[in-house]
């Protein structure tokens, strides 16, 4: 079993969507929450960060950790094209060096 | 946001060839610099974790003698891939952390696509 879970999609949506991503892990350590945004051979880009459990707003997104259920979601209200993309999760234990990623979700927004 | 220099952004070589990826932090210095290879639809997998003015740390199964890091300053990390092969063709991104940052505040570079003939 993979430490972090996630669907690789494609998850395709029409624009003024509300995009809903998630991910589990099974790590209990696991402390701190990312969600990064990867266009086509590009590096990621930060999006958010959560520490522990809890919900996170920023603009369009949103972030929110369950840590009971294991369990992190990155909501996108009133998707835009531009937002088509790879979003991957990653977690970190607290005092850790190394992130461990999911393998990406591929969303594509359609006009 | 930090800004993160990494070039070049696709190469192509021969099989046997060495290639060497640049990693720069333009803006802040990075006392740590992680390098990841990335296949296609696949998550990123940490390769190694190179600290400024000490030996990289490279995670198990990666080659340390073909996967040769060399950080030798604060804002300049490289990666020379030695003799490459067809199987070493991936994509290579590095990430960089800030003095006094913490490791949920990486910055990434834009990756460098290696494709060996």
């Known amino acids: 079993q993979k430490e972090v879970e996630q669907d690789p999609g494609p998850l395709s949506v029409p624009e003024g969507a509300i995009v809903s991503l998630n991910c589990t892990y099974s790590n209990s350590a696991f402390q701190y929450f990312m969600w990064y945004r990867q266009y086509s051979r590009k590096g990621p880009e930060l999006l958010m960060y959560?520490?522990?459990?809890g919900n996170k707003e920023d603009g369009r997104f949103t972030a929110q950790v369950d840590k009971s259920s294991k369990y992190i979601s990155l909501f996108i209200r009133d998707s835009q094209p531009s937002d088509s993309a790879t979003y991957l999760c990653?977690?970190?234990?607290?005092?850790?060096?190394?992130?461990?990623f999911g393998t990406g979700t591929q969303l594509k927004v359609e006009l | 946001g930090a800004v993160v220099s990494q070039h070049p952004s696709r190469v192509i070589c021969k099989s046997g060839t060495s290639v060497k990826i640049e990693c720069r932090s333009l803006d802040f210095q990075a006392t740590t610099m992680f390098w990841y290879r990335q296949f296609p639809k696949q998550s990123l997998m940490l390769m190694a974790t190179?600290?400024?003015?000490?030996?990289?740390?490279?995670e198990q199964g990666v080659e340390k003698d073909k996967f040769l890091i060399n950080h030798a300053s604060l804002t300049l990390s490289t990666l020379t891939v030695t003799s490459a092969h067809p199987e070493d063709s991936s994509f290579y991104i590095c990430s960089a952390r800030g003095q006094g940052s913490a490791n949920e505040k990486l910055f990434f570079g834009s990756g460098t696509q290696l494709s060996v003939l």
């Open positions: 959560t520490y522990s459990s």
């Open positions: 990653a977690t970190l234990t607290g005092g850790g060096n190394k992130l461990t």
């Open positions: 190179s600290n400024e003015g000490s030996k990289a740390t490279y």
